[in-house]
């Protein structure tokens, strides 16, 4: 499993570069302990501010202020807009899943989901699918979840897109994990077998497959401009041209 540790760097990297132009000489090493405040002035818990930074719609700038302990204090705050779509727009493209390669014809499947629904993706063509791989206790997987949620809301009207979630887990796991964790994806139990098929070893692992049964995308662990390649790459399979 990936835990995002290549995300965490790239986004260390990014706020130490960001905290350096604002703070000058003033600055020192941004990490895990360093203190933290929101834009209402209270101070954030690292797993709080960390779940922010994921989302890519935060960044982090130092106050110029030290606190008690003698550490500098940073502000965490969002982003407008174009400055979150100038972020994600100089982020390198996320790691390409050596399972799904892209610009090969994708080797369909059939299945059934959690409610008795059928998906015969071996005759896709004319639809985009757009596939998650994950299991309940996979952090990553389940912190993306909020925005996989905002992704397929964006689609509701079009009925030319297919979300499906292959999950490892049984369907009574799933069951109890949904009454608290809502996923919109069409879920997909017990699918170990579909992920070993294709060799799926890191989770999550997400593929977005073209009209033509092409695959058009496919990453692996999560990084902050996941969600916007997803959605790039079916906007751009709904209009090729």
């Known amino acids: 499993m990936i835990k995002s540790t290549l995300s965490i760097f790239l986004i260390f990297f990014a706020l130490l570069c960001n905290a350096q132009k604002n703070a000058g000489k003033k600055t020192s090493m941004f990490n895990d302990k360093s203190i933290v405040r929101g834009e209402d ?25 030290v606190a008690e302990n003698g550490e500098p204090e940073w502000l965490i705050y969002q982003l407008t807009d174009k400055d979150h ?20 014809k994708f080797n369909g499947f059939k299945t059934s989901d959690m409610n008795g629904n059928r998906y015969d993706l071996e ?37 030319d897109v297919i979300f499906l979630a292959i999950a490892l ?7 109890d994990f949904l009454k608290l964790t809502p996923y919109k994806y069409n879920i997909v139990n017990s699918g170990r077998y579909i992920a ?12 977005v497959i073209d009209k033509t049964g092409t ?19 079916i ?7």
């Not at 906007?235 to 041209?241: G, I």
């Open 41 to 65: 002035g209270m101070v954030y818990t690292t797993d709080i501010w960390k779940k922010l930074l994921r989302t890519g719609k935060y960044s982090i700038k130092s106050r110029n202020t």
């Open 85 to 104: 779509q100038i972020l994600m727009d100089k982020m390198p493209k996320p790691r390409a899943s050596d399972s799904f390669v892209e610009g090969s």
């Open 123 to 159: 005759n896709a063509t004319g639809k985009v699918i757009v596939l998650n791989f994950w299991f309940i206790n996979c952090p990553p997987c389940k912190a993306e979840i909020p925005e996989l949620n905002n992704l397929v809301d964006s689609y509701k009207t079009n009925t």
């Open 169 to 175: 887990d049984d369907k009574y796991e799933l069951q």
């Open 196 to 207: 070993e098929r294709y060799g799926v070893k890191s989770y999550p692992t997400h593929v």
């Open 215 to 233: 695959i058009k995308f496919s990453t692996l662990g999560l990084a902050p401009n996941t969600m916007t390649w997803i959605k790039k790459s």
């Open 235 to 241: 906007d751009e399979s709904l209009n090729p041209n």
